[in-house]
C-alpha cells in the first residue's frame, strides 16, 4: 500500500512542481556563460 501512495505523491507534487520550475526560469541561474573567464564565488570572509 505504500508504494502506489509514494506513486501518486510523487506524480502530483514533485512532477508539477519540476514542470512549473522549468517553464518560471532557473532560479539560480545556474546558465553557462560564454564570455566568462570563470564561475567561481568568492565567498565572504567571516569573523
Same mark, same amino acid.
Given at each position: 500500500?505504500?508504494?502506489?501512495?509514494?506513486? !501518486? &505523491?510523487?506524480? =502530483?507534487?514533485?512532477? %508539477?512542481?519540476? !514542470? &512549473?520550475?522549468? =517553464?518560471?526560469?532557473? %532560479?539560480?541561474?545556474?546558465?553557462?556563460?560564454?564570455?566568462?573567464?570563470?564561475?567561481?564565488?568568492?565567498?565572504?570572509?567571516?569573523?
Amino acid at each position: 500500500m505504500k508504494k502506489p501512495l509514494l506513486f !501518486l &505523491a510523487y506524480f =502530483l507534487i514533485v512532477t %508539477p512542481v519540476g !514542470l &512549473a520550475q522549468r =517553464l518560471l526560469g532557473d %532560479p539560480m541561474t545556474r546558465r553557462l556563460r560564454k564570455d566568462a573567464d570563470s564561475y567561481w564565488a568568492v565567498a565572504p570572509v567571516r569573523r
